[in-house]
Structures are given as structure tokens and as C-alpha cells.
């Protein structure tokens, strides 16, 4: 990997995270007078004229523009009207609830859809690769907000086993983390099958076969290793879709995330909240992406010896 | 062996059969009549609904299915305002439908569209295009859409646009690289030859050899299409009552689960099985169009 690979990416990475903050300011001033979302059209002029000074409004647009990117870079993602308090502060709050409810997704669907993709791959077009292929499906075509709801229904009000809402005990993470983790096992099982698949029609396969090494060794030091490579990107991708099930996830189950925080935001339409939502994952996910691209070069020793010797590329 | 005929006859038969099944896994037969039969029903809506979709019948709130105790003037119940479950599904999934059908197109034509500037202009117009499509596929499409209604407010024209740009990208990173390849090819380099002008070749010559792979791409962006509509309108914040939509639906009928579960389940379940079914149907015909894809 060297130093032209890795500055090109974070080129990338940058530009897309000023591409964002620039979309949040200029979606900002589009949506109309914010003075006058906070004190009605009746206001007097010098009240009027006393808020904008307060809040840089006076300031010409492109001053404007880079104290709000200095802001943001500083941290500041401005004041939420309907809370009255600063939106860093209440997405701090939101933030663990969130970040709990999505790893545990993630490793549940880790654990459940690679296994299923590796004993799909290792029967291919067998009764059990039919199966699981079949569940994979059925997975990611079932609705968040519907998969939650059959579960409360069926866990908290029939059998009474679990509480509909809320965050506290390990009982109030199962539903939320079963719903938002069952989607993303789907689409795994069948990428780690694809994934597997390829691997094993691979001539180094068949030399293995050759030179007599155990099935079991096969599986385990041949395929696997090299079918886990594209898997690391999938998962940065995965990433986005568990911020984006979070969302419903969370208000199906009243988790006290940032999700629901985004949801009631844009029911009250308090701008501040969603701009600093939007900013938020969008740092994590251009982090996250940034992160993988680099992963994949350092795991992937091809890829490495191909980027240090461009002529054999 | 004039016999012969008479017997290999029904024999065939079967071998027949398994070849068509083979062709056409029951499976896909089924999910087809699926997307058929929804098809049928949102064209016919204003035919075959019992009620319209608002008239209420406050006497008779909140009443089961029939096959669980129910009136049969309200096959599937009423909701907390008397309305006709059978009726309000139906118009939901007309509108589900419509709105998915509106939302998918906008995306191929404005996707389709860039990808082919992309590949005309090449140099700095097809970089920032392609940064816009990596910029875009980085973010969860949903996260944008709850904050461009946030920002001006919710409308059905609105819903419908923003449902529209999502999944643009998909079309216009394949649109790029199809064009840019079949531009190289004889069929192209030829009527170029002859004079035809950019635009002729584009859209006369070009667009109808890669349309089987966009349309492709077209039945497997359609779920989720209605999986964002109904996602946002479960929520609140996409259709807004009194029009309906099985994910408006679902939203109000979370409220009655412990006294009428069957509100929620029954549009969920409409739901779940129009997106199984196209997904099914999508896999398939990529599958047919494209061979090395299979197993994939």
C-alpha cells in the first residue's frame, strides 16, 4: 500500500464530507427564514433585526457559509429549538442507545448469515443451500417496522416473554436487535455464499485437491481465508443499511436513539437536530468506508503487491 | 411402430412439464401471478372496492375478519373509525403501487440520463458525476430523504420526487459503462460513420441493447422503492392521511395491536409478499438475461 493509494482515498473521503456539510448549508437557507420559524411573521423589525445579529444572519452569504463550516468542524452542530439545548450534547445522549442496538445487530447478523453462506456454498443446489437460500430472501424482503411488529405481537402481547419498549434490561435488546439484525443476516448469507462459491472454483483449489490435503484443512485454510476478503467490504456497506433500519427500528420499539431523535426532529421539524443527524452519520460512514478501502489493501496481500508495483497492475 | 406414437405421447408429457418447470421454477409462476393479480387490483380499485376508502361506519369499530367472528359486510374488519379494512387495503396498495411505479421511474430516466452525459463528455464531467454517484451511495438513502422533507415540509409531490432519486445512481454507474463499451462497438462505430449525430445513436441505437439490463435493474430497485414509501409513511412522515398507503396503514393500526392485531398484520403482510414476489421475479430474470450472474 503506499502513499498515493492511501492520500486519494482520503482526497475522496474529504471531498464527499464537504459535499454533505455544503448540502446541509445550502438546504439550511433554502428552507426558508429561520427567524421567522422562530418568532412568527408578527414580530417587530427590531426584534427581528436583534435575532439575526445574534445568530450571524445579517452577514453576508458566503461569511455565513464558512463560520458555519468552521463550526462544524469544531464540533458545533448548532441549538435545537424544540429541546433548547445544544444538538451536540443531545446526540451524545442518543448515541450509546444507538450504538448497543447496532452492534449487537451486527454481530447477530454476523453470527447467523456467514455460517448460513458457508454451509450454503459447501451444498451447493442441496436441499439445505435451497433452505437457506430461501431464508436469505424471506430476510431482507420482510419489512423492519413489519418483522418488529409480528414480534411484539407475538413475544409481549401473546406470550408475554418480552417487554414491547424500551431500553434497560437485556430483555429490551432482544426484539430491536433480532429485527434489525435478521435483514442484514439475509443479504450476508448470500454475499458469503457468492463469496465462497467463487473462491473454491479457483485453480489453487483444485491443486490443493491435488496435492491431497483434507477436505476439512481445504475448507478451513484455502476458501475461507480468501472468500473473507470482499466480505470486509460488504460489511463497511452494511453499515449504512444498520443506520438507515435504526431509524424504524428504533421508533417501532421506542429505543432512545439517535434514530427516533432523527424521526421526532422531522416531525417538528427542528432542523438543527435533523442538519446534525445528517452530518453525524455522514462522518461515520465516510470514516467507516475510508477505513475498509484501507483494510482491504493491508488484509488482501495481492492488492498490496499490485499497488507497490504499478507496472504489473 | 405405429404404436409408438400413441404411447410416447402421454410420455412426453412429463419430460415436457419438468422442462417448463426447470424454465420456470413454481416459485417464480407464483410470484408473477402475485405481481399480476396486485396489478389487477390497483387498476380495478375504484371496481372492486366494497366502500371508499374514507366512509365510516362508527357504529361498527374496531370489528374482526370475518373467519374470526366478524360482520360479512366487513370481510376483514373495520378500523378505530369503522372504516372497511378490504376496501382501505385495497386502495392502499393502488396507491403503494402508483407511487412506486412513479418514484422507480424517475430514477431510471434521471440515472439513465447522467450515465449517458457521463459517458458522452468524459474528462472532469464524467469525474464529478461519478464522485456524486460514490458521494450518494456512501449515505443511507433514507437519512437524505427524512432530511429534504424536514427541510420544506412534507408534500405528495415531494414524497414522490425524493423517492425517485434514490437508487438513480444504480442506473447511471451501469448506463456509463454500457455506453462507454458499446460505443467501441461495430453496430455504433458504423451508423457513426454514416453520420448519424450523437443523439440518434444514443437513443436508436445504443439505448435498445443495453434496455434489458436497465430493465433489470428496474425490477430490483422496485421493492426498494416500496420498501422507502412504505418505511416513511410507517413513520409518519411520507403519505399523509386521508390518502392512504399500506405503510400508512400499518403505522395506525400499530396503535389497536393488542385489541385488533389483524390492522397492522394484514397491509404488512400485503407488503411483504409484493416486495418477495418482485424480488423473486427480478433475480429470475436477471438470471435469464445474464447467465455469468447466476448464483450470485
Do not use: C
Not at chain 1, 412568527?40 to 452569504?61: C, F, N, T
Not at chain 1, 456454498?121 to 417496522?145: E, Y
Not at chain 2, 430523504?145 to 447511471?172: C, D, M, Q, R, T
Request: aromatic content about 10%; charged content about 15%; cysteine-free.
Amino acid at each position: 500500500m503506499n502513499a498515493r493509494f492511501v492520500l486519494t482515498k482520503l482526497f475522496r473521503a474529504l471531498v464527499t464530507l464537504w459535499l454533505v456539510v455544503t448540502f446541509a448549508f445550502v438546504i439550511l437557507h433554502a428552507s426558508g427564514d429561520p427567524i421567522e420559524i422562530l418568532l412568527g411573521d408578527q414580530a417587530e423589525q427590531e426584534v427581528i433585526d436583534h435575532y439575526k445579529q445574534l445568530y450571524g444572519l445579517d452577514r453576508p452569504m458566503h461569511e455565513q457559509y464558512f463560520r458555519y463550516v468552521a463550526g462544524v468542524a469544531q464540533g458545533d452542530l448548532g441549538f435545537s429549538l424544540s429541546d433548547q439545548r445544544p444538538v451536540t450534547e443531545l446526540l451524545a445522549e442518543a448515541i450509546p442507545a444507538t450504538l448497543e442496538l447496532g452492534l449487537t445487530a451486527l454481530a447477530i447478523s454476523m453470527l447467523i448469515g456467514i455460517p448460513l453462506g458457508i454451509v450454503a456454498a459447501l451444498n451447493r443446489n442441496k436441499a439445505i443451500d435451497r433452505f437457506v437460500m430461501t431464508f436469505a430472501v424471506l430476510g431482507f424482503s420482510i419489512p423492519n417496522f413489519f418483522l418488529g411488529i409480528l414480534m411484539i405481537l407475538l413475544f409481549s402481547l401473546w406470550l408475554r416473554w418480552l417487554p414491547t419498549s424500551g431500553m434497560g434490561t437485556w430483555q429490551h435488546l432482544v426484539m430491536p436487535a433480532l429485527t434489525l439484525g435478521t435483514a442484514a443476516a439475509g443479504s450476508l448469507a448470500r454475499f458469503t455464499r457468492s463469496s465462497m462459491l467463487e473462491v473454491m472454483s479457483k485453480l489453487y483449489m483444485r491443486t490443493a485437491v491435488a496435492k491431497g490435503v483434507p477436505r476439512g484443512r481445504r475448507i478451513r485454510w484455502h476458501a475461507l481465508p480468501n472468500a473473507a476478503i470482499p466480505l470486509v467490504t460488504v460489511l463497511g456497506f452494511r453499515l449504512g443499511d444498520l443506520v438507515a433500519g435504526s431509524i424504524v427500528t428504533e421508533t417501532v420499539f421506542a429505543w432512545p436513539g439517535v434514530g427516533r431523535a432523527l424521526v421526532s426532529a422531522v416531525s417538528a421539524r427542528d432542523l438543527a437536530v435533523v442538519q446534525g443527524v445528517l452530518l453525524m452519520t455522514a462522518f461515520t460512514m465516510v470514516i467507516a468506508n475510508l477505513l475498509v478501502d484501507l483494510a482491504y489493501g493491508w488484509i488482501d496481500p495481492r492488492i498490496r503487491a499490485a499497488k507497490s508495483r504499478p507496472s504489473e497492475a | 411402430m405405429s404404436i409408438a406414437s400413441p404411447l410416447t405421447e402421454p410420455a412426453a408429457a412429463p419430460g415436457r412439464a419438468r422442462r417448463f418447470l426447470r424454465r420456470y421454477p413454481p416459485l417464480v409462476l407464483l410470484a408473477a401471478l402475485f405481481i399480476i393479480l396486485t396489478l389487477l387490483i390497483s387498476a380495478a380499485a375504484d371496481w372492486i372496492a366494497p366502500y371508499h376508502y374514507t366512509t365510516q361506519d362508527l357504529s361498527n369499530r374496531l370489528l374482526p375478519p370475518v373467519f374470526l367472528g366478524g360482520l360479512a359486510q366487513y370481510p376483514l374488519g373495520t378500523d378505530e373509525l369503522g372504516r372497511d379494512i378490504l376496501s382501505r387495503l385495497i386502495y392502499a396498495t393502488r396507491f403503494s403501487v402508483i407511487i412506486a411505479i412513479l418514484g422507480t421511474s424517475i430514477g431510471a430516466v434521471l440515472g439513465t440520463l447522467i450515465g449517458f452525459i457521463a459517458a458522452h463528455f468524459r474528462g472532469w464531467v464524467e469525474e464529478t458525476l461519478m464522485m456524486l454517484v460514490d458521494a450518494q451511495a456512501s449515505m443511507p438513502f433514507m437519512l437524505l430523504a427524512l432530511a429534504v422533507l424536514a427541510f420544506f415540509g412534507n408534500s405528495l409531490v415531494l414524497f414522490i420526487v425524493v423517492l425517485g432519486i434514490n437508487g438513480w445512481e444504480n442506473y447511471a454507474r451501469l448506463t456509463r459503462g454500457m455506453v462507454l463499451s458499446a460505443s467501441s462497438q461495430g453496430y455504433a462505430v458504423a451508423v457513426h460513420a454514416l453520420g448519424a449525430t450523437p443523439a440518434r445513436i444514443y437513443t436508436r441505437h445504443i439505448l435498445p441493447n443495453i434496455l434489458s439490463v436497465l430493465i433489470v435493474q428496474f425490477t430490483l430497485n422496485f421493492p426498494a422503492t416500496i420498501l422507502l414509501e412504505t418505511s416513511m409513511s410507517f413513520l409518519g412522515l411520507g403519505i399523509q392521511p386521508p390518502l392512504t398507503s399500506l405503510g400508512q396503514m400499518l403505522g395506525s393500526g400499530r396503535s389497536h395491536l393488542l385489541l385488533a392485531w389483524w390492522i397492522a398484520v394484514l397491509p404488512g403482510t400485503m407488503i411483504f409478499l409484493s416486495t418477495l414476489s418482485i424480488s423473486m421475479f427480478g433475480d429470475w430474470l436477471r438470471d435469464r438475461l445474464d447467465p455469468t450472474l447466476r448464483n450470485r
